[in-house]
């Protein structure tokens, strides 16, 4: 089961349906006091009343519900109805609505028929309308008589959503309690299976047994003491059930972190805390699908664990839905633009262009970077060169790209500033992959920034060629492209040039032979002029034998772009 869209009316700040359609992962993006907080929190609030109807199997249980001020995992009308509709009155007929549609799929299409009795079609949408009183009214959003029929089965409706779907909320203010929540969670489920031991439910008794005769004196005790005020008291129970009993041993637990001294959790600083309670998500989470619900994850966090938790969040989107609100530009899905949605001037729209991302968070960006999505970095002008010319003839669609700007090639200047280039571009929202020589200082230059956690293997692509240990990108092009041009310029011919070395080292020993001095300015000069080559023959100048990481390349480009 999925949620496929969700939205709400009269909440806050919100006065007109936002309607968000969900996915594994969606960004909420916009500037302060724009809603992005107040969409989160209605959602939290929608799932939250589907739980507690499960749970109690009536949803008029929620009314009595007692709020506590800063509890905002349930609705209070006094607080989230929207003071600007209520025209100056204490009219508290007005209602917030939540909206909420879910995706079965066929088996638990079918799951559903045995369970409620009623056939659905796949698509599950419920309307949740909250006064002040709590729930106005729950329902199955369907028309005509069905969705009457579906209406009054809710409670179970509930019950089977919770039983496929839950709520995992993080606030942007993440103290301690977020973190003791997720642990006494984890505890809990723990703890379920040790419940079914038998040695422990003996354990169990044996506590009871023993506490039994002491609860019935103190019982006594207290009875006395209020009948001299309170004549008509009756009797005096102490709960210690075993269900409480099991929640006390769930509940009354301390945590102590040692980062060099052993502290409470309570007197970490707010980072620490943040982190306890992202780092835990994965593990607390409950046996099927979650929606995971995130404010501003790079609150208190360092850059790096930042970019941390920037790969932790989009592996959980893997078997869950998370749904986050951030002002940073390390948590936007580059690669799927419309995941991106902006929340300004009462609306929640999906972003068009990655242009329009970079405007509401603030980013600045060169003329040439303006409208790209997707960048190559290679490591140097003449590779940037080179690549620019060959690319477009070899692919249609990386051709248009080109065209419409949204892929551009970018030169690092060398392998050692690949990590902060990596870096640059991430912050710049631009989708990258990498093209390195397949040599020792690009190997190396990649597991720096592999480690760093800026790059995964899918995102580069080395130029290796067949039967060579090192090889470069001249390696694939083409002796006969440029070996004219080479010996016009400098006096070299490459009537030597085959052995198993990479192409700068094979040069270097032509250069050699024919009596010339090699230096790297010279070297520079000659992947200039092949580069050249290249931009005059682009249509014919791969070696056939060795192009292979080319057309990987290029493959990998189309799926990037896709």
Known sequence: MTLTSFSVTNFRSITSAHRIKMSDKIVLLGKNNEGKSNLLKALNIAMTVLEYCSERGESNAYRRRQYRGNDETFYSWERDFPIIKRNGKEDKNYNSIFRLTFRLTQGEIEEFQKQIHSKI????????????????SCKVAKKGSGGKTLSEKFSQIAKFICDKISINYIPAIRTNNESMTIIRRMLGNE???????????RALETISSLQRPILAKLEKDIQESLKIFLPSVNFVKLDFSEERRRFLLRSDIKVFIN??????????????????????????????????????????LHPEAIHNLSIRINDLAKGNQVI????????????????????????????????????????????????????LLVEGESDQKALTALLPVLSTKLAKAFNDKMLVIRKIRGTGNLSYEL???????????????????GHE????????????????TFSICKGMRESEFEDCIKEEVYHDKLYEKYGVRLSSFRSSKKWSERVKDAFSKCGKPWDDKIENGVKELVADSVVNHSSDVLNEHKRYSIDALVKQLEELIK
């Open 121 to 136: 079609n796949g698509l599950l949408p419920i309307e949740i309308e909250m006064g002040n009183e709590g729930i106005s």
């Open 191 to 201: 703890l379920t299976e040790l419940e079914n031991n038998e040695d422990y439910k």
């Open 259 to 300: 980062d060099g001294t052993t502290t409470d959790i309570d007197y970490k600083g707010d980072g620490v805390k943040s982190l306890v309670a992202l780092s835990l998500l994965n593990q607390s989470l409950k046996i099927g699908k979650t929606i995971v619900i995130i404010e501003e994850p790079e609150s208190h």
């Open 324 to 375: 986050l609100s951030t002002h940073n530009p390390l948590f936007v899905d580059r690669k799927n633009v419309k995941k991106n949605v902006l929340v300004q001037n009462g609306k929640a729209t999906p972003a068009s262009d990655i242009s329009v991302i970079r405007e509401v968070l603030g980013v600045k960006i060169s003329d040439n970077l303006y409208n790209a999505n997707f960048v």
């Open 423 to 441: 870096n640059s571009m991430k912050s710049l929202l631009c989708a990258i992959h990498v093209f390195l020589d397949n040599d020792k200082a």
């Open 445 to 460: 230059a990649f597991k720096l920034a592999q480690n760093e956690n800026l790059i995964h293997l899918k995102d580069v």
